[in-house]
């Protein structure tokens, strides 16, 4: 028991107990099966007693295995932070960065986020992978990406781990969007009679937005009569626009289906969600993410400015 842990061990023996079988901790980390085996192995020897066992036809960590998995992660976090530090001390905007997205909502903003960071550091290189929504921080937090898009709902608020950052990008109200109708304002505010008179066009319960939207409802007065349960905004928005029902949309949505036709009817309490930004806030950031998060807010910023040719309700004029 001598030797001292190693810590490319430590990071295999962390992501078993991350993913659950070696198999597919060998397949994020880029090992084979055997190279993985060996890392265990290793592990054993060094502390002298199994990191993991056989139960049946799963491997699981013994008890010790679990510990060292515990503190492989601190280990492993104190060592990045430490890398990162050093970097910092001479880094310039240069490099690769790993950003987390998802649906057309978080794919969007991407687009414009990449182009100007490329006109002003041609340096940074973005590089995009597409993560769950209800997984951005998990994605953050395992290194996955460097930082990722995320939502959070006044009413479902997000849990906010403390080794982690979040930069707010918009706080932008939810309006709900329905079918235009002739000698109707376009634009108005609805009430809660009318909107629990309307059928919905709403996501599943089982989905965060799902739930995070039902609960502001109620609270606001409206037990919606769910009709159509659709995940995806343009898709919700094709049903209302066509008379199927009323969805709750924002401004950042609606421009990514500025084509779709629908009416606005503003709630008579406000119901908002969050457009934020989540990075690592153990590690120090390089000044590539950094720069990135700067960017972002500002790209955003000018996206939410009044534009009359994308704004909601209005007809495009180069659909898109």
Known sequence: MSSRLNLVHLATLREFARRGTLAEAAE???????????????????????????VGRIVVLTDAGREL?????????????????????????????????????????????????????????????????????TAVQHADVDVAFGLDYEDAPMRRDPRLCFTELAREPF????????????????TVAELNALPWILPPLDNHFGRAVRYGLRRRGVEPDVRHELTETSASLQLAAAGFGATLATDLMKRVNVSIDVARLNLPLPLTREVVL???GEVPQRESVRRFVEVARAVVEELLRTDPSEAPGSRSRNPR
């Not at 007693?49 to 056989?54: A, C, D, G, L, Y």
């Not at 932070?81 to 998802?102: K, M």
């Not at 969007?177 to 505010?189: K, L």
């Open 278 to 280: 989540i990075s690592h």
């Open 175 to 190: 309006w709900v969007a329905v079918q235009p109708t002739p000698g109707t304002a376009r634009v108005r505010t609805t």
């Open 69 to 137: 998995a515990e503190q492989a992660d601190r280990i492993l976090t104190l060592e990045a932070a430490a890398r990162e530090s050093a970097r910092a001390a001479a880094e310039v905007a240069a490099g690769p960065i790993r950003v987390g997205t998802w649906g057309s909502t978080g794919s969007s903003l991407l687009a414009p986020i990449a182009a100007r960071l490329a006109a002003e550091n041609p340096g940074i290189e973005i590089a995009s992978r597409e993560v769950d929504l209800d997984g951005a921080a």
């Open 28 to 54: 994020h980390l880029g090992y084979t099966a055997g190279a993985v085996s060996q890392h265990i192995a290793a592990l054993n020897a060094t502390l002298g007693t199994p990191v993991v066992e056989r």
